[in-house]
């Protein structure tokens, strides 16, 4: 009978060590598969401390680059903001907001230039035309009247071998007036002019201009006048006409998250998308959603742990398939302006030192050929340019230990 129950005993503990041993490795599994929508995690490596915000920013290893200012109204007080990069026919496009006093107010237009090189701009042009009643002589010119009207440089469109400058006019009161309107104006390469606007969406002003999905449909990101309340949505379409657009919600915006100025990428399935935003709450973090269904449907955001300035940022895929951000990462200033790199879409790896020392922000980045071009505004009083070699980028290293302040 002793014998019988030392046997039992001895199975039954063995059960439990096979057992404990099966649930270890579900637990390891379930680990290693948590939906990417769960997670926080947006940084890895030894150099990353344990509190991202406590990462010395002033210390990121340093990305070669060129430098170039295409213009500058500082002496004229003025504003330069909202900056966007494209390359078509064979030169650099770049545009701006471009108003009196503080960005946004009434009678700000929408300035462009071009480059052979992106480093040799022209002179500076008016893209947009003088807002509604809200010109030089006009009494609500230079003010943020509900009876003046602006316009907000949205960033260019290359479509169907077209190319489209977006920006969105409404009054100046606020963030945004009730006639909020998104505009594209069409190159005319014979008359070397934009020609007259056309209307492509109401009640909308999105963030950076449309990129195809994998459906072959176009997709863009609006905030809606009342955005405070209706919160962010991301518009899909565009392929038919440049005026017919679904409307799809991201989330309502909520007591958790105030979402401002939204980034999206394809991830490498070249199914699942993941967009970002920065946050107004002054989480000094970025948030982070996912959509498995083309952009349909969004998971609920989650913070992460990028530190962000709450400032816009621009990422761009490569054509290697590595991803790349541009932000302001330092949780409490605009400076500086880092480049950081991905493989996945997801975590981010590595984090280089751009420009700073100074106002940085609003940035925007593309890839030509083996060159990557960041626009940015300085001080919100410039526009200006890095041209950074690809062959530098990869020789970034980051150090083997936290990155933090001796």
Same mark, same amino acid.
């Given at each position: 009978?002793?014998?019988?129950?030392?046997?039992?005993?001895?199975?039954?503990?063995?059960?439990?060590?096979?057992?404990?041993?099966?649930?270890?490795?579900?637990?390891?599994?379930?680990?290693?598969?948590?939906?990417?929508?769960?997670?926080?995690?947006?940084?890895?490596?030894?150099?990353?401390?344990?509190?991202?915000?406590?990462?010395?920013? @002033?210390?990121?290893?340093?990305?070669?680059?060129?430098?170039?200012?295409?213009?500058?109204?500082?002496?004229?007080?003025?504003?330069?903001?909202?900056? =966007?990069?494209?390359?078509?026919?064979?030169?650099?496009?770049?545009?701006?907001?471009?108003?009196?006093?503080?960005?946004?107010?009434?009678?700000?237009?929408?300035?462009?230039?071009?480059?052979?090189?992106?480093?040799?701009? &022209?002179?500076?042009? $008016?893209?947009?035309?003088?807002?509604?009643? &809200?010109?030089?002589?006009?009494?609500?010119?230079?003010?943020?009247?509900?009876?003046?009207?602006?316009?907000?440089?949205?960033?260019?469109?290359?479509?169907?071998?077209?190319?489209?400058?977006?920006?969105?006019?409404?009054?100046?009161?606020?963030?945004?007036?009730?006639?909020?309107?998104?505009?594209?104006?069409?190159?005319?390469?014979?008359?070397?002019?934009?020609?007259? &606007?056309?209307?492509?969406?109401?009640?909308?002003?999105?963030? $950076?201009?449309?990129?195809?999905?994998?459906?072959?449909?176009?997709?863009?990101?609006?905030?809606?006048?009342? =955005?405070?309340?209706?919160?962010?949505?991301?518009?899909?379409? !565009?392929?038919?006409?440049?005026?017919?657009?679904?409307?799809?919600?991201?989330?309502?915006?909520?007591?958790?998250?105030?979402?401002?100025?939204?980034?999206?990428?394809?991830?490498?399935?070249?199914?699942?998308?993941?967009?970002?935003?920065?946050?107004?709450?002054?989480?000094?973090?970025?948030?982070?959603?996912?959509?498995? @269904?083309?952009?349909?449907?969004?998971?609920?955001?989650?913070?992460?742990?990028?530190?962000?300035?709450?400032?816009? $940022?621009?990422?761009?895929?490569?054509?290697?398939?590595?991803?790349?951000?541009?932000?302001?990462?330092?949780?409490?200033?605009?400076?500086?302006?880092?480049?950081?790199?991905?493989?996945?879409?997801?975590?981010?790896?590595?984090?280089?030192?751009?420009?700073?020392?100074?106002?940085? @922000?609003?940035?925007?980045?593309?890839?030509?050929?083996?060159?990557?071009?960041?626009? $940015?505004?300085? !001080?919100?009083?410039?526009?200006?340019?890095?041209?950074?070699?690809?062959?530098?980028?990869?020789?970034?290293?980051?150090?083997?230990?936290?990155?933090?302040?001796?």
């Amino acid at each position: 009978m002793m014998r019988q129950r030392l046997g039992l005993a001895a199975c039954f503990a063995m059960l439990m060590v096979v057992g404990n041993g099966i649930a270890a490795t579900k637990s390891a599994n379930a680990e290693e598969k948590t939906p990417a929508d769960q997670t926080t995690i947006m940084l890895k490596g030894d150099w990353v401390p344990a509190h991202p915000h406590d990462i010395d920013f @002033d210390r990121l290893p340093r990305v070669p680059s060129q430098h170039v200012v295409v213009s500058d109204v500082r002496k004229a007080k003025g504003v330069h903001q909202h900056n =966007y990069l494209a390359f078509h026919e064979g030169q650099f496009w770049i545009m701006w907001s471009n108003g009196p006093g503080i960005e946004d107010q009434a009678g700000q237009r929408v300035s462009y230039a071009t480059s052979p090189d992106g480093l040799t701009w &022209s002179k500076p042009k $008016f893209l947009s035309p003088v807002p509604p009643h &809200s010109g030089k002589d006009s009494k609500v010119y230079g003010t943020r009247s509900p009876d003046g009207f602006r316009w907000i440089a949205r960033g260019f469109w290359q479509r169907d071998g077209e190319l489209y400058a977006l920006a969105s006019l409404d009054q100046s009161a606020g963030f945004f007036g009730p006639g909020l309107e998104l505009h594209a104006f069409r190159w005319d390469n014979q008359a070397q002019a934009w020609g007259d &606007s056309q209307v492509i969406q109401d009640n909308a002003i999105n963030n $950076f201009p449309p990129k195809k999905i994998p459906s072959g449909q176009w997709m863009m990101s609006r905030r809606m006048h009342d =955005y405070k309340k209706s919160g962010v949505q991301f518009l899909v379409g !565009g392929v038919e006409a440049i005026d017919e657009w679904d409307s799809v919600p991201v989330f309502k915006s909520d007591a958790e998250l105030a979402a401002e100025e939204p980034y999206w990428w394809v991830l490498p399935d070249n199914q699942r998308m993941v967009a970002l935003f920065r946050d107004n709450h002054k989480s000094g973090y970025l948030y982070r959603s996912f959509s498995e @269904d083309q952009g349909k449907s969004w998971s609920p955001p989650h913070r992460t742990d990028f530190p962000d300035a709450r400032s816009k $940022f621009s990422g761009v895929r490569l054509e290697d398939g590595r991803y790349v951000l541009v932000s302001n990462p330092h949780p409490k200033r605009r400076d500086p302006l880092a480049i950081s790199i991905s493989d996945d879409g997801v975590v981010f790896t590595k984090m280089g030192y751009l420009i700073g020392g100074r106002h940085v @922000d609003y940035p925007h980045v593309i890839q030509h050929g083996s060159d990557l071009l960041v626009a $940015f505004a300085g !001080g919100k009083q410039t526009v200006e340019v890095l041209k950074i070699k690809l062959e530098d980028l990869n020789k970034l290293e980051m150090p083997n230990q936290p990155l933090v302040k001796p």
